[in-house]
């Protein structure tokens, strides 16, 4: 049985989608589908899950969690982040309490440069919890060396 079916089964039974294993810790069905590798063929089981309810915005947990396109960002994966954005996934939503990233910092800490730019064509502005704008996204992208990432962060930043 393969993922979907086996997701169908689920919520033919009645399994909540939007359930995290705890508020401190895991993912929903949705954020954990997004943050798979973009190898995985997920595009299928991301839709499946959006028209099956799925919180598109469901906040990360606590410790280190992500929102469906904080995960895509992470890893790269771009035609998952251009479907959650066109189902309406917030752009700015804030990151975890512990060792979170905004999509954008995410992004840039691993080096995404199509993925940075595509957050900020979708509106992204940085940190909007603590007034930094793109700081935090610049300063993790040039501690990994991502100067391509980094340039185009100041350049947004100086514009804003």
Do not use: W
């Not at 943050?35 to 598109?56: S, V």
């Not at 929102?67 to 992470?74: E, H, K, N, S």
């Not at 910092?105 to 502005?125: C, F, K, T, W, Y």
């Amino acid at each position: 049985m393969g993922d979907l079916e086996a997701l169908k089964m689920l919520v033919a039974h009645g399994a909540n989608i939007n359930e995290a294993p705890s508020h401190n810790c895991g993912r929903t069905a949705l954020q954990a589908a997004a943050a798979l590798t973009p190898e995985a063929k997920k595009t299928t089981l991301i839709e499946f899950l959006l028209d099956h309810g799925a919180d598109i915005n469901a906040d990360p947990s606590l410790l280190s969690g992500i929102t469906a396109l904080q995960g895509a960002a992470i890893v790269g994966d771009l035609m998952v982040a251009n479907l959650l954005i066109s189902r309406g996934a917030d752009v700015n939503a804030p990151p975890s309490f512990h060792n979170g990233r905004t999509a954008i910092e995410g992004a840039a800490e691993h080096g995404r440069l199509d993925m940075v730019r595509l957050l900020l064509n979708a509106g992204a502005i940085g940190d909007v919890t603590l007034g930094r704008g793109f700081k935090h996204a610049i300063d993790l992208a040039e501690r990994r060396g991502y100067d391509a990432v980094a340039n185009i962060l100041k350049a947004e930043q100086s514009r804003t």
